[in-house]
């Protein structure tokens, strides 16, 4: 299987502290599944860089949808069976990818995991989710995948499902709940993902 991780970020040096970036990019090149390549798209005005091994490329967007939806369409269209998604913000166990890729290989067209929150360097809470009914869950307006985590399967691009950039700060929630109409989504239940709150997270307007 080939596969790829997608990194964005636009005012890296100016929302995000250094320890973070660093913390980011040392679990990312950490995890125990190494067959896989980066793509890193700075699309701000400044031209920044996280990793020295990625596929860099610098377009300017209007918001992160765009992004999102640019690097999908092109992973998958050259050649990339499941794409990772992932926030510069965030930090991932190192078996996250390890975990997460056999449910891609069972056929799920989306695979995420629980996730714990936290702030200022400090645990506010796990979220576990077993054994749930998915579409009654976000029917509710209860996000409970873990976007920062999601790896995307070829077949889920392939049946159409895009982010909506009207739809932003929900565009997560609203895709997913258009999606389950043809999709199939599996939750791991380990904690694998780390997803920091702060006020300039990616949705914020000076950040879209």
């Known amino acids: 299987m080939k596969v790829a991780l997608m990194a964005y970020h636009s005012n890296l040096s100016k929302i ?31 031209k920044e860089r996280i990793f020295d091994n990625s596929v860099y490329t610098h377009y300017e967007f209007p918001s992160f949808v765009h992004v999102m939806n640019y690097l999908l369409s092109v992973l998958f269209e050259n050649g990339f069976d499941c794409v990772a998604n992932s ?4 930090k991932f166990s190192a078996d996250w990818i ?13 695979a995420s995991c629980n996730f714990v929150i936290f702030q200022d ?11 749930l009914n998915i ?13 920062p985590a999601i790896l995307f399967n070829k077949t889920f691009w392939e049946k159409g499902n895009r982010y909506k ?10 895709l997913w709940q258009r999606a389950i109409k043809n999709s199939t989504f599996f939750i791991h239940p380990d904690h694998l993902c780390y997803h920091r709150l702060h006020s300039n997270s990616v949705c914020n307007s000076e950040n879209r």
């Open 121 to 131: 360097e400090k645990m506010l809470g796990k979220h576990y989710f077993d054994k």
């Open 135 to 147: 579409e009654e869950e976000l029917n509710r307006q209860h996000n409970i995948l873990c976007h």
């Open 165 to 174: 950039p009207d739809e932003i700060p929900l565009e997560d929630l609203k």
């Open 16 to 46: 995000y502290p250094p320890t973070w970036v660093e913390e980011y990019r040392s679990s990312i090149l950490a995890q125990t599944y190494k067959d896989f390549d980066i793509y890193e798209c700075c699309y701000g005005k400044e």
């Open 98 to 110: 390890k975990k997460l890729l056999p449910y891609i290989d069972f056929g799920y067209d989306v």
């Open 87 to 90: 926030n510069v913000d965030d």
